[in-house]
């Protein structure tokens, strides 16, 4: 039997790579859970956006760095859409900081942005696949670091290492 996925979740599609994808799932035939962070006006615009192509829309804010409550927010996504077939995890950020100059706690916000949270994404839309005992996708959207590293200019400053220990 082909996979015919009918319902998505996009993380961070409120702009950029996330709102594409959103629309090209809703042309695609999707219902499509939108996420945002800080710019709910973007999460409204693309929800506008998936109605456009017929498919319905809901929108949840979400913060990969609430690891319990990340986890809360695909599951209510998940009723609201009646079941998940596909999940996007596309949210993220970086903190633009040379490698010397960045601090413990941006680093710890950042792998939580990043990785904690997206684990904890991932592993909600997995479970619910595998309850609901049919196929489905994951797919994580990664970053232009491999490329593109941050930490190639020059140091502004030494670094502290008080958190070092």
């Known amino acids: 039997m082909a996979f015919t996925p009918r319902t998505a979740i996009v993380t961070g599609s409120d702009s950029g790579i996330g709102r594409s994808t959103a629309v090209a799932l809703a042309a695609s035939g999707m219902d499509v859970g939108i996420t945002w962070n800080t710019d709910e006006q973007g999460a409204k615009e693309t929800a506008e ?26 599951d209510q996504l998940v009723r609201e859409l009646g079941s998940l077939d596909v999940f996007v995890n596309n949210a993220g950020a970086g903190d633009g900081k040379p490698f010397l100059d960045l601090d413990y706690e941006t680093w710890m916000q950042t792998l939580d942005t990043n990785l904690n949270g997206a684990f904890v994404c991932l592993q909600h839309a997995a479970r619910t696949m595998v309850d ?4 489905g996708r994951l ?15 020059p140091p502004t400053r030494r670094p502290s290492t008080d958190w070092a220990g």
């Open 49 to 74: 956006e998936v109605r456009s192509h017929g498919q319905r829309a809901f929108t949840a804010r979400l913060d990969t760095t609430d690891l319990p409550g990340c986890g809360r927010v695909i």
């Open 139 to 153: 797919i994580a959207v990664t970053s232009v670091h491999e490329t593109q590293p941050g930490w190639a200019r």
């Open 132 to 135: 609901a005992g049919q196929e």
